[in-house]
Nanobody
Framework: VQLQASGGGLVQPGGSLRLSCEVSGGTVNYFAIGWFRQAPGKEREGVSCSSGMDGGIYYADSVKGRFTVSRDNVTNTVYLEMNNLKPEDTAVYYC??????????????????????WGQGTQVTVSS
């Protein structure tokens, strides 16, 4: 299974972007998919985790009410809709699977070591 994140770019504060995570080699509905981000000089930070099989979705407090995750099981793609972007959202964003290929997110889901298939990521820059 491979994941490819795309859709990043440069946006002004208050703007919006939609990131895509295309899953190949497997059915996205069977996997929990995490979104993480890493800013220069900082550790990887969990943004969201969505369980497969129409399970629950978790969001970091820093993005609640601004970011929304959705899935398209036809195109095998997971989306991260980001609204009201702030300069502190600037980072490389990654979509990842659980390291054990589970379809469920853990209640304590923010540990990066629980995830794998990090890929290249996509750069999001929020700046005026």
């Amino acid at each position: 299974v491979q994941l490819q994140a795309s859709g990043g770019g440069l946006v002004q504060p208050g703007g919006s972007l939609r990131l895509s995570c295309e899953v190949s080699g497997g059915t996205v509905n069977y996997f929990a998919i995490g979104w993480f981000r890493q800013a220069p000089g900082k550790e990887r930070e969990g943004v969201s985790c969505s369980s497969g099989m129409d399970g629950g979705i978790y969001y970091a407090d820093s993005v609640k009410g601004r970011f929304t995750v959705s899935r398209d099981n036809v195109t095998n793609t997971v989306y991260l809709e980001m609204n009201n972007l702030k300069p502190e959202d600037t980072a490389v964003y990654y979509c990842v699977t659980r390291a054990n290929w589970s379809s469920r997110c853990k209640t304590k889901w923010t540990l990066a070591a629980d995830f794998s298939n990090w890929g290249q990521g996509t750069q999001v820059t929020v700046s005026s």
